[in-house]
């Protein structure tokens, strides 16, 4: 099992490592090809955007802190807080959500 | 030779940047640990990566047993950026940057580390590069391993909300673009939904989710990419004409 997960490891180091010398230490010319740098200013945006969404519902453990946790964390980038900010934020949230879900309601129910 | 900035100019431009990587890699050091992975695993991906996407991919590839194609296309795919990050850098190298020291320096080009190279003045050196990369590394890869060991010590409703932050800093880099450009909202549109699709319908949720997370990004880039490519100044705008 061990040898699997250095597998994996040099895999996914091994790409990434290369992913950013090859270009660094080959390509000393400027990219002219249009699409390809269009492509290549999308594909963060649009990774970024498939990996949270839908896993962000699931991330929490539970739907509705992890959906309080989304919205604030969309209102405080839509307000250009930084990386940080919205990172507390989100988590604040979704922890307030599930603390008063699991706390505080079931004493009124 | 004489380079433009020195080695502890780059430790300087370096420290906000370590600061961010503290908490990011803290949120990584917890997801990856409630995946499954053991602490020291935990740390080494973080020691040999520096990357947040491209290591919280990884994570469920491992802990699931994807297959090492599916990692390998996965971690190119997302880390495609990178790429262009590099072929930019070497244009500000100096001649100080030679092979030995871009193969080194190449391991440390981070979004954030490119960022802050690039919007220096002058041609950078392979000194100030060292020293730029060092203290977001060292903490990456603190940050990491307290959040791994946190994860285990901190109350579980504690460590559940703090599973929603690396996705919390996703969205903080996502949103403010999308919302100013309106062909990356696009994007990110046609992104949202590729993704669900993939998560929902029968036949495409049995696709594993790392070739699901590469064919939904990059189907959603090429196809803006064709309709909305970035003009003269490096905008990225529609092909027709249109007042905005």
Known sequence: ?109 | MNQNYTFRWGLLDGLPICLGYLSVSFAFGIFSTQSGLAIWETLLISMTNLTSAGQLAGVPIIAGGGTFIEMAVAQFVINLRYALMSISLSQKADESMTLPHRLLIAFGNTDEVFAVASSKKKPVGSRYMYGLILLPYLGWASGTLLGAVAGSLLPDVVVAALGIAIYGMFIAIVVPVAKENRPTALCVGVAVILSLLFHFLPLLSSIPEGFAVILSAVAAAALLAAFAPLDAEGCPAFRRKENK
């Open chain 1, 1 to 109: 099992m061990t040898e699997n997960f250095f597998l994996y490891l040099l895999v996914m180091a091994g790409v990434t490592y290369l992913v950013r010398m090859i270009p660094l230490v080959f390509m000393k010319k400027r990219i002219e090809n249009r699409f390809v740098l269009s492509f290549l200013y999308y594909i963060p945006y649009a990774v970024l955007t498939v990996m949270t969404i839908p896993a962000i519902f699931f991330s929490t453990g539970n739907l509705p802190s992890a959906a309080a946790g989304l919205l604030v964390a969309l209102l405080l980038a839509w307000n250009r807080r930084g990386l940080l900010t919205v990172a507390v934020g989100a988590s604040g949230a979704a922890l307030l959500t599930e603390v008063l879900l699991r706390y505080i309601f079931p004493l009124f129910v």
